[in-house]
């Protein structure tokens, strides 16, 4: 079937490039070797986990912003310059997701399922900081809700202002890092997480520890959910075979 695939668009020069063609024997490779019962109910349950996850954020996210908390800074931001990188915290970070996504389903199928659980730890331990959190917004802050164009229509209903430890731009591409095997993911995944963590700071989105912080939980995240989906999650959804 590849072969003929080659020989239909490679070799006629009018069709799909070799480089091309490489890619969908790759991706077609990594699909081969899914057992779609088992990952169709794992997928299943994650993603439940993942819907119950983001409504206990809705809800207690609401609740955070509801209070009155104090502005702060902190030594770093005090000696950056403010600067506009809303573009960069909107258009750029939702990009690197849907590639990261993309990525994930296309190349390392098996391992979508671990991801969306990661997701979801990560949406419960952040809710958790968030709520807990006792410091509003650093002085000088760049108001997404107010000068950029998703998030004026997404803070308050779907994400919210009170929530800065620690920072969500930074964490979710990291955790991609820890999450994808191959070097180009890594670097990519990592080099839009540092872009995050400086964007977050120039524009005062989030403090300097909301930023260190991001990679020390992340990690933790990264561990634990790795772990737990081994021991806990994955033998729940395993076939049972006949002794």
């Not at 057992?35 to 207690?60: C, D």
């Not at 950056?80 to 258009?91: A, G």
Request: proline residues 5%; hydrophobic residues 50%.
């Amino acid at each position: 079937m590849k072969a003929a695939t080659r020989a239909q668009f490679g070799a006629s020069g009018d069709g799909l490039p070799d480089a091309a063609l490489r890619e969908l024997d790759e991706i077609e490779s990594q699909w081969q070797g899914v057992h779609y019962k088992w990952w169709i109910a794992t997928l299943a349950g994650v993603l439940a986990l993942f819907a119950l996850s983001y409504a206990a954020y809705t809800k207690l996210g609401w609740v955070a912003d509801q209070r009155a908390l104090p502005v702060g800074d902190d030594w770093l931001l005090r000696r950056l310059p403010v600067v506009d990188t809303l573009p960069m915290l909107s258009w750029g970070w939702f990009s690197l997701h849907l590639y990261a996504i993309g990525a994930a389903v296309a190349y390392y199928p098996k391992r979508v399922p671990l991801l969306v659980y990661t997701l979801s730890v990560y949406m419960l331990v952040r809710t958790a900081f968030v709520f807990l959190s006792p410091i509003g917004h650093p002085r000088g802050m760049v108001d997404m809700r107010l000068h950029d164009l998703i998030f004026s229509h997404l803070l308050g209903r779907w994400t919210f202002t009170n929530e800065f430890v620690f920072s969500g731009h930074t964490a979710i591409p990291f955790l991609f890092f820890l999450f994808f095997p191959s070097r180009g993911l890594k670097t990519l995944m990592l080099a839009g997480s540092l872009t995050m963590a400086v964007c977050v700071l120039l524009s005062r989105n989030h403090y300097t520890v909301d930023v260190l912080a991001a990679y020390l939980v992340g990690y933790a995240i990264h561990a634990f959910s790795e772990r737990t989906y081994a021991d806990w999650v994955s033998p729940l959804f395993q076939e049972r075979r006949p002794s």
